[in-house]
């Protein structure tokens, strides 16, 4: 393992691994209605990465 690690102590990098846990948690699967593209999102309130139309379904990943 590096010696240059951005983590001073294991508390830190037990933060950053329940940081990472919690996002793979609210991961949204993202679909848009208008050019069926999916992709994955971390809010509801976005507009499609590849059309950018505002229609799209949404459903939480489980």
Not at 6 to 26: C, E
Not at 30 to 44: L, T
Request: proline residues 3%; contains cysteine; aromatic residues 12%.
């Amino acid at each position: 393992m590096s010696d240059n690690l951005p983590f001073q102590n294991p508390d830190q990098l037990q933060q950053w691994h329940q940081g990472i846990k919690d996002a793979n948690r609210n991961n949204i699967f993202c679909h848009c209605h208008a050019c069926g593209y999916e992709w994955m999102d971390s809010a509801f309130d976005v507009t499609c990465i590849q059309c950018r139309s505002a229609t799209r379904w949404l459903e939480t990943r489980t």
